[in-house]
């Protein structure tokens, strides 16, 4: 079991920035990899962005060039900055953490770009 807790979610205006946190309860050198993923209303949740324990790192092509993902091992932590955001970037984001077979999943923050 782990606990994860989101954080950094507001409204921002459009080309503005955010950065995402996510905590984790116990370390997350014990994930194969983390994540972030978001669901806008009447979407399904889809990924944004993920790293593996090796730094390996994988994104959606509709946030490559804009999100940038890291990870904080020794603070079992994760974070999605989030540059040049569009109201369609609009979502509940997600943390993440996957441990085959199993998906962990934080509480989510709440994304709104808008003017």
């Known amino acids: 079991q782990v606990q994860l807790v989101e954080s950094g979610g507001g409204l921002v205006q459009p080309g503005g920035s955010l950065r995402l946190s996510c905590a984790a309860s116990r370390s997350i050198l014990s994930f194969y990899s983390m994540g972030w993923y978001r669901k806008a209303p009447g979407n399904q949740r889809e990924l944004a962005a993920t790293?593996?324990?090796?730094?390996?790192?994988n994104y959606a092509d509709s946030v490559k060039g804009r999100f940038t993902i890291s990870r904080d091992n020794a603070k079992n932590a994760v974070y999605l900055q989030m540059n040049s955001l569009k109201p369609e970037d609009t979502a509940v984001y997600y943390c993440n953490a996957y441990a085959s077979p199993i998906d962990y999943w934080g509480q989510g923050t709440q994304v709104t770009v808008s003017s």
């Open positions: 790293i593996t324990t090796t730094g390996n790192t």
